[in-house]
């Protein structure tokens, strides 16, 4: 089979594709034929060993050589114990722990798959189960009267975040760089903000609830960027961020009463599959910014690393 690999940390010139023997299913797997997978901000830094948390599969060399966690494909067969899944069936789920959907197989935990919606196509529901489960868990405290603020709101996830708050009936602030904003006000923010521009922690007006999607900035301005009972909490960024905010936010906010701390987001189709859904009823739309082949692997993953996504981008291997 076809697939896109790489031997050791970089950018997307370390990636090549290669026919290697296609992989079969161990006890509690599935061999998922790939229709489509979908581009995760992990599956950059997972590429380039960037922030230091995206080596601890491998401290010198990645352990898998094949990237792409969010697949969405056919059962092709079966390992032993699946009792869930049978050939032929269409699935999709977060295959974070094995990765491998840049290529035509892969093979995937029974228990991170699900029955793909009939309401949505391969693409769309590859969309779906990394960046829906934060969506959803991260705008969980989302509501009438309360100021949330989504920052890096233009990509997969932040897309999903926008949506998802002002259905609960929140007044929405999306953060991004410029060639986002229009996107992030036709999803539905109430304010954009140019994140090259301005300093959202420096808002007039603190916010009830912020998740943050790309931290950089010290402890105390999220601090700062709260109203009193707010709460921070952050996915993605910098390692030394991460840390700081899960060690001396935590205490920084307890003494303010503010909350900050890191989002421990729970895997797992009982965490996405309630968005798709809504998916597939048409309450919430999925963007994606484009579908490229295996050979644009290179270019999708740089475009994404950029920043430049609007939404999710798509792979579909044939």
Known sequence: MRAVVYERYGGPEVLRIADVPTPSPAPGQALVRVEATSINLSDWEGLRGSPFYARLGGLRAPRRHTLGSDIAGTVEAVGDGVTRFALGD????????????????AVVGEAALAVKPAGLTFAQASTIPQAGAIALQGTAGAAAGRRVLVNGAGGGTGSFAIQLAKRLGAHVTGVDNAHKLD?????GADDVIDYRQ???????????????????????????AL???GSYRVVGGSTRTLLRVATLGAAAGRLTGRSLGVL?????????QPLAERCAAGEIT????????????PEALAH??????LGKVVVTPR
């Open 264 to 272: 421990l987001v729970k895997p797992g189709p009982a965490h996405f």
């Open 183 to 187: 996107f992030m006000r036709a999803l």
């Open 304 to 309: 994404v690393g950029a920043g430049r996504a």
């Open 286 to 297: 999925i963007h994606i910014d484009r579908t490229v082949g295996l050979d644009e692997v």
């Open 90 to 105: 269409e699935v999709y789920g977060d295959n974070l722990t094995l990765m491998g959907g840049f290529a035509e197989y």
């Open 227 to 229: 109203a009193p009972g």
């Open 198 to 224: 301005a300093d959202f922690t420096r808002a007039r007006e603190p916010f009830d609830s912020v998740l943050d999607l790309v931290a950089h900035r010290s402890v105390f301005a999220y601090r700062r």
